[in-house]
T-cell receptor
Framework: GENVEQHPSTLSVQEGDSAVIKCTYS??????FPWYKQELGKRPQLIID?????GEKKDQRIAVTLNKTAKHFSLHITETQPEDSAVYFC??????FGAGTRLTVKP | EAQVTQNPRYLITVTGKKLTVTCSQN?????MSWYRQDPGLGLRQIYY???????DKGDVPEGYKVSRKEKRNFPLILESPSPNQTSLYFC?????????????FGDGTRLSIL
């Protein structure tokens, strides 16, 4: 079955810096890669996703890149703000999730 | 408003006392699933359902049951809860089970089994 590994498990950055979270997957048939943000005490919510026919997708300060050959995809957050502090989860196709990354943005 | 509704939000109970966590979605989604979230382990899938009367095991199904008699409802049943089932549970739904659509999560149910 699908295996999704996510790194790092924790990430601390200064406000205004960039943050990058990386996930690798094992099933080459996977073709959909969403990212979810979970604020403290709340439910995970989709922030961006990418399909396998696209290499990169951007939405304001957030971008996702996909390397199908290497089977990895990454979340990039630029100009981080304190409200970006949360746990971020990646997932692959049939909703196997990574273990999560706790991002802390220090003011 | 499109949403996934779970009840209860919080429950403290004792070992062996059967309990049911309800989940309902109003988006006419075919696919529904249950996850448990534990520190450091992320979201692990317990059971999922591709459509009415179709359910299947996820990664951690032991000790849980589900049913899908109606499209909108997907209850999670713990027949004989044990302390290792203390966790935060999320129900989720998506338009289909192809794995190519995002999931919509409920607000979560925090279960404590004493």
């Amino acid at each position: 079955g699908e295996n999704v590994e996510q790194h790092p498990s924790t990430l601390s950055v200064q406000e205004g810096d960039s943050a990058v979270i990386k996930c690798t997957y094992s099933d080459s048939a996977s073709n959909y890669f969403p990212w979810y943000k979970q604020e403290l005490g709340k439910r995970p919510q989709l922030i961006i996703d990418i399909r396998s026919n696209v290499g990169e997708k951007k939405d304001q300060r957030i971008a996702v890149t996909l390397n199908k050959t290497a089977k990895h995809f990454s979340l990039h957050i630029t100009e981080t703000q304190p409200e970006d502090s949360a746990v971020y989860f990646c997932a692959a196709s049939r909703m196997r999730f990574g273990a999560g990354t706790r991002l802390t943005v220090k003011p | 408003e499109a949403q996934v509704t779970q009840n209860p939000r919080y429950l403290i109970t004792v070992t062996g006392k059967k309990l049911t966590v309800t989940c309902s979605q109003n988006m006419n989604h075919e696919y529904m699933s249950w996850y448990r979230q534990d520190p450091g382990l992320g979201l692990r899938q317990i059971y999922y359902s591709m459509n009415v009367e179709v359910t299947d095991k996820g990664d951690v199904p032991e000790g849980y049951k589900v049913s899908r008699k109606e499209k909108r409802n997907f209850p999670l049943i713990l027949e004989s809860p044990s302390p290792n089932q203390t966790s935060l549970y999320f129900c989720a739904s998506s338009f289909s089970g192809t794995g190519r659509q995002p999931q919509h999560f409920g607000d979560g149910t925090r279960l404590s089994i004493l």
